[in-house]
T-cell receptor, first 115, second 117 residues
Framework: DSGVTQTPKHLITATGQRVTLRCSPR?????VYWYQQSLDQGLQFLIQ???????AKGNILERFSAQQFPDLHSELNLSSLELGDSALYFC??????????????FGPGTRLTVL | AQSVSQHNHHVILSEAASLELGCNYS??????LFWYVQYPGQHLQLLLK??????LVKGIKGFEAEFIKSKFSFNLRKPSVQWSDTAEYFC???????????????FGSGTRLQVQP
C-alpha cells in the first residue's frame, strides 16, 4: 500500500459523458501527478499540481482538466468522453521539495471504460 | 523533449535464469532514472532509482541497475529470477532543472516479464 488512494476503482460510462476521478495523496505530500496508461500510448504524464497550483502539463487533452483542493486531494475531470479515452488513470504523489527529487508514490489507479 | 526506449517488449525466462532489461534515454543533461514494477492488478512500485554517485544501484528484491552515461543507458539486472518476478517493468526518467519543481516522469513502453516455474 503506497498511501495514495484513488476512487473509484472502476468506471464504465458512455461516449459523450463526463466523469470525475479522485486522488488523495500521501500525508505530507504536496504534489499530485496524473498519468494515463493505455495500450497504444503507454504510460503518459497528463498534469501536475503542487500545493493547489498547476505546475506542469503533459499530453493532456483540452477535454480533460484537473484541480487540487486545499486539503491537497485532486480531481481529474474527463468530458465529452471518446472510446479512445478508455485507459487506466494513475495518480502519484510526492513531497517535492525545491532543489531535489523525491520519489513518486503511485495509487492503485482508476480503470475507465468508455462504451 | 526527453524519451525512454525499452527494447524488450516481452521476455520469457525460466526460474533461476539471469535477467537483463534494456533501457535507453535521450537527454543530454542531468537525469534521474528509475525502474518501476507493476505486478498483475497492482499499482506501480519503485524498484530502484539513480540520482547521482555510484552508477551501480541496488534496489529491492535483488534487482540492480547500472547507469552508463556514455551510452545513455540504465539497464536492469537480476542474477536469478523467481516466478514471483512475473510482472511488467517500466524504466522512467526525470530530466531538467531541479528548481522548476516539474518532476513528471517520462516512461518507457514497458517490458512484460514472464517467469516460468
Amino acid at each position: 500500500d503506497s498511501g495514495v488512494t484513488q476512487t473509484p476503482k472502476h468506471l464504465i460510462t458512455a461516449t459523450g459523458q463526463r466523469v470525475t476521478l479522485r486522488c488523495s495523496p500521501r500525508s505530507g505530500d504536496l504534489s499530485v501527478y496524473w498519468y494515463q496508461q493505455s495500450l497504444d500510448q503507454g504510460l503518459q504524464f497528463l498534469i501536475q499540481y503542487y500545493n493547489g497550483e498547476e505546475r506542469a502539463k503533459g499530453n493532456i487533452l483540452e477535454r480533460f482538466s484537473a484541480q487540487q483542493f486545499p486539503d491537497l486531494h485532486s480531481e481529474l475531470n474527463l468530458s465529452s468522453l471518446e472510446l479512445g479515452d478508455s485507459a487506466l488513470y494513475f495518480c502519484a504523489s510526492s513531497v517535492d521539495f525545491a532543489g531535489g527529487y523525491n520519489e513518486q508514490f503511485f495509487g492503485p489507479g482508476t480503470r475507465l471504460t468508455v462504451l | 523533449a526527453q524519451s525512454v526506449s525499452q527494447h524488450n517488449h516481452h521476455v520469457i525466462l525460466s526460474e533461476a535464469a539471469s535477467l537483463e532489461l534494456g533501457c535507453n534515454y535521450s537527454y543530454g543533461g542531468t537525469v534521474n532514472l528509475f525502474w518501476y514494477v507493476q505486478y498483475p492488478g497492482q499499482h506501480l512500485q519503485l524498484l530502484l532509482k539513480y540520482f547521482s554517485g555510484d552508477p551501480l544501484v541496488k534496489g529491492i528484491k535483488g534487482f540492480e541497475a547500472e547507469f552508463i552515461k556514455s551510452k545513455f543507458s540504465f539497464n536492469l539486472r537480476k542474477p536469478s529470477v523467481q516466478w514471483s518476478d512475473t510482472a511488467e517493468y517500466f524504466c522512467a526518467v526525470n530530466a531538467g532543472p531541479m528548481d522548476t519543481g516539474r518532476r513528471a516522469l517520462t516512461f518507457g513502453s514497458g517490458t512484460r516479464l514472464q517467469v516460468q516455474p
